[in-house]
């Protein structure tokens, strides 16, 4: 092989390897920082791992709210309408969250299997819903007769 094609070779090598490589870095530091999205049922299924970050959401059950009078905690539960979700955050929840309305929650499940929050959003109106709430709530059963 002439000299100045293995040169060449060389550095397209060295370029393809150094481009994988910065390629599969990438790859791995964002695999950590990654929040999927779980509905409840996800939670009653063992989809969801202890200290897994990710994103919950549902509606919120009317009066699940339980708020500490001695400090920012709430506690509420979440549904999909298939199984319910305890949440816990600490901190001053949005102007629009309400009983009855869609939430979506970041952070990690401890090991009581409760939701710990560190970031709550709530629907901007009331005919807006988030994706992800829309495709997986299934409609309440009816109870009452037609």
């Not at 397209?12 to 509905?39: E, W």
């Not at 500490?68 to 629009?96: Q, R």
Request: proline content about 5%; charged content about 20%; overall charge neutral.
């Amino acid at each position: 092989m002439h000299p100045i094609r293995r040169q060449r070779l060389i550095i397209v090598l060295l370029v393809v390897a150094g481009a994988a490589s910065a390629v599969g870095l990438t790859a791995y530091a964002m695999r950590s920082n990654i929040n999927l999205f779980h509905p409840p049922a996800d939670f009653a299924a063992g989809e969801v791992h202890v200290g897994q970050k990710i994103r919950a959401g549902g509606m919120v059950v009317k009066g699940s709210v339980q708020r500490d009078p001695n400090s920012l905690k709430v506690a509420f539960v979440i549904t999909d309408y298939k199984a319910n979700v305890t949440v816990e955050y600490t901190g001053i929840l949005p102007d629009l969250f309400a009983e009855g309305q869609g939430v979506v929650a970041a952070g990690s499940v401890d090991e009581k299997g409760v939701f710990q929050a560190t970031e709550v959003l709530a629907k901007h109106d009331e005919k807006y819903m988030p994706p992800e709430i829309k495709d997986t709530l299934g409609k309440p059963v009816s109870t009452a007769a037609n």
